[in-house]
């Protein structure tokens, strides 16, 4: 049906990335460093980029807490002699009722159990969708997809451009697309004929001004300059002077890892006041950094996630473990260079039409 039809309770499973260095990285995360084996090294090419794929067997110990994930399954599936049994007791005993178990974990969970991880969704979150929807009792392969987007649509909302702010900020590390976004957002509210104002912020990087003095030249914005510190002034004038409905701030790349860039950050919000204020990360970002950049802006009230150059990954798993590990609402995603047209809103249906996209190729 799908790319891999693999066995869950076989040991012999695949890992795909695009270097061996991510893939070591993926397992050493996931099963630590003496708990595998790579018994296969492959390569194909997908599109323009190179893949590898490692086939490779788990050793003893993590055999064990595998089984006892699927033993917790098992329990939420009515399987009385499974969930009277405990621990080591289970993990003998479940060798016993094996091809009772097998059934139970019929090869179409297995195939759903493989596709999301191959997607990236972090175990502990299939493990959530699995258990969730299999209090629905799916069947076939297609049930159960619907049965587990239907979870992770009534989890996660949708982004609905209310517009209800006067000011919105972008804020992000270097190089996201938090310029090319904000200019793609304001396109949006333009085009509902409203009266636009974008100040920058970045007087650092080279070209910064010239970059969005083009676009407010093409796309017919009016632009104002500002320092940080001064920022009170432009607004100001697009509020009173000019009677703007809406102010975009840009503010120039922040490096997550600098401890004074919340400071700073908070001083700007107090000053400024955003009714939206959105932290821009890019899906071709490591994971690890996002979950990084995001705790670097703990305390700092953070609106919602933009995610741009979704473009560029075949991994939408990222997303939904971002979602559920620190529950803030997605508003954009941006699928591209070409301003103002590759970006849409976030809706939990595209998100799980996407999620599956890969499986077909
Ligand atoms: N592939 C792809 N590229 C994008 C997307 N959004 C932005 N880019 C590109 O990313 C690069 C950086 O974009 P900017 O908008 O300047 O990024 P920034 O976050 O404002 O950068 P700094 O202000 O320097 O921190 C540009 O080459 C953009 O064309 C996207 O959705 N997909
Ligand atoms: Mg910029």
Same mark, same amino acid.
């Given at each position: 049906?799908?790319?891999f039809s693999p066995d869950n309770m076989s040991q012999i499973r695949k890992e795909i990335g695009f270097s061996p260095e991510e893939i070591y990285r993926k397992l050493d995360e996931e099963y630590g460093s003496s708990s595998y084996r790579v018994l296969n090294k492959g390569k194909k090419r997908k599109w323009f980029r190179k893949q590898y794929i490692f086939e490779f067997e788990l050793i003893q110990d993590q055999k064990k807490k595998d089984r006892k994930t699927i033993i917790d399954i098992l329990k939420e599936?009515?399987?009385?002699?499974?969930?009277s049994l405990k621990n080591e007791?289970?993990?003998?005993?479940?060798?016993?009722?094996?091809?009772?178990?097998?059934?139970?974990?019929?090869?179409?969970?297995?195939?759903?159990?493989?596709?999301?991880?191959e997607q990236e969704v972090d175990s502990k979150?299939?493990?959530?969708?699995?258990?969730?929807?299999?209090?629905?009792?799916?069947?076939?392969?297609?049930?159960?997809?619907q049965k587990v987007n239907g979870v992770i649509e009534q989890e996660m909302t949708d982004w609905a451009e209310k517009? @209800?702010?006067?000011?919105?900020?972008?804020?992000?590390? /270097?190089?996201?697309?938090? &310029?090319?976004?904000?200019?793609? +957002?304001? $396109?949006?509210?333009?085009k509902g004929a409203k009266k636009?104002?974008?100040?920058?912020?970045?007087?650092?990087?080279?070209?910064?001004?010239?970059?969005?003095?083009?676009?407010?030249?093409?796309?017919?914005?009016?632009?104002?300059?500002?320092?940080?510190?001064?920022?009170?002034?432009?607004?100001?004038?697009?509020?009173?002077?000019?009677?703007?409905?809406y102010i975009l701030i840009d503010t120039y790349g922040r490096n997550p890892k600098d401890t004074e860039m919340k400071e700073e950050i908070e001083m700007y919000l107090k000053t400024v006041n955003p009714e939206s204020v959105s932290l821009v990360l890019a899906a071709n970002q490591k994971y690890k950094d996002m979950?990084?950049?995001?705790?670097?802006? @703990?305390?700092?009230?953070?609106?919602?996630?933009?995610? /741009?150059?979704?473009?560029? &990954?075949?991994?939408?798993?990222? +997303?939904? $473990?971002?979602?559920k590990e620190f529950n803030i609402p997605i508003s954009y995603l941006t699928y591209g260079q070409k301003v103002p047209d590759d970006?849409?809103?976030?809706?939990?249906?595209?998100?799980?039409?996407?999620?599956?996209?890969?499986?077909?190729?």
């Amino acid at each position: 049906m799908g790319k891999f039809s693999p066995d869950n309770m076989s040991q012999i499973r695949k890992e795909i990335g695009f270097s061996p260095e991510e893939i070591y990285r993926k397992l050493d995360e996931e099963y630590g460093s003496s708990s595998y084996r790579v018994l296969n090294k492959g390569k194909k090419r997908k599109w323009f980029r190179k893949q590898y794929i490692f086939e490779f067997e788990l050793i003893q110990d993590q055999k064990k807490k595998d089984r006892k994930t699927i033993i917790d399954i098992l329990k939420e599936s009515k399987n009385e002699r499974v969930s009277s049994l405990k621990n080591e007791e289970t993990l003998t005993k479940i060798e016993q009722i094996k091809p009772e178990t097998e059934k139970v974990l019929s090869s179409e969970f297995s195939e759903v159990w493989d596709y999301l991880k191959e997607q990236e969704v972090d175990s502990k979150w299939i493990e959530h969708l699995l258990e969730t929807a299999q209090k629905e009792n799916p069947k076939t392969f297609e049930e159960w997809k619907q049965k587990v987007n239907g979870v992770i649509e009534q989890e996660m909302t949708d982004w609905a451009e209310k517009n @209800d702010y006067q000011i919105l900020t972008l804020f992000g590390p /270097t190089g996201v697309g938090k &310029t090319t976004t904000l200019i793609k +957002i304001m $396109n949006r509210l333009q085009k509902g004929a409203k009266k636009i104002g974008v100040i920058t912020t970045d007087n650092f990087r080279v070209g910064a001004y010239e970059q969005m003095k083009n676009y407010s030249e093409k796309l017919d914005f009016p632009l104002i300059q500002s320092n940080i510190d001064e920022l009170k002034i432009p607004v100001n004038v697009f509020k009173h002077q000019k009677g703007m409905d809406y102010i975009l701030i840009d503010t120039y790349g922040r490096n997550p890892k600098d401890t004074e860039m919340k400071e700073e950050i908070e001083m700007y919000l107090k000053t400024v006041n955003p009714e939206s204020v959105s932290l821009v990360l890019a899906a071709n970002q490591k994971y690890k950094d996002m979950v990084k950049t995001i705790r670097a802006y @703990d305390g700092v009230s953070i609106d919602h996630l933009i995610i /741009t150059k979704m473009d560029e &990954t075949d991994s939408y798993g990222f +997303i939904y $473990n971002l979602y559920k590990e620190f529950n803030i609402p997605i508003s954009y995603l941006t699928y591209g260079q070409k301003v103002p047209d590759d970006i849409e809103l976030f809706t939990a249906k595209n998100y799980t039409k996407k999620l599956w996209e890969a499986f077909s190729n």
